[in-house]
Nanobody, 120 residues
C-alpha cells in the first residue's frame, strides 16, 4: 500500500509565501516523478509543477518565477515553495507520485489535498 500525504497549506496574504510538503511512503519500488496540481472552485484540476527522478522540472506559466519545486529523494518527499502569492493561487493543492509499487504496478498516486487561501 502506498500513501501520499501533503502538508503546509493555510491562509496567507497576497505577496506572502508558503511551503508545501508531500511525502510518499509505503510499498514503493521506484518513483519516476512527483508533482503538484491545484483545483480552484469551478475550475478543472491543473498542473502546477512537477519534477522527475532525473531532476527535470516543469511549471505552469502562471507560476513560473514565483514557485519552485524541489525534492529529497532519500525521503521520497517533494516540496513546493510558493512566493509572491496572488489571490488567484487560491486552490486545493494536490500532490501526485508516478511510481511503481513493490508488486510491479505503475500508477499515479494522489494525496488528499491541502488548501491554500490567499486573501487580505
Amino acid at each position: 500500500q502506498v500513501q501520499v500525504v501533503e502538508s503546509g497549506g493555510g491562509l496567507v496574504q497576497p505577496g506572502g509565501s508558503l511551503r508545501l510538503s508531500c511525502a510518499a511512503s509505503g510499498s514503493i519500488f521506484s518513483i519516476y516523478a512527483m508533482g503538484w496540481y491545484r483545483q480552484a472552485p469551478g475550475n478543472e484540476r491543473e498542473l502546477v509543477a512537477e519534477i522527475t527522478s532525473g531532476g527535470s522540472t516543469d511549471y505552469a506559466d502562471s507560476v513560473k518565477g514565483r514557485f519552485t519545486i524541489s525534492r529529497d529523494r532519500a525521503k521520497n518527499t517533494v516540496y513546493l515553495q510558493m512566493n509572491s502569492l496572488k489571490i488567484e493561487d487560491t486552490a486545493v493543492y494536490y500532490c501526485t507520485a508516478d511510481l511503481t509499487n513493490t508488486l510491479g504496478f505503475r500508477g499515479n498516486y494522489w494525496g488528499q489535498g491541502t488548501r491554500v487561501t490567499v486573501s487580505s
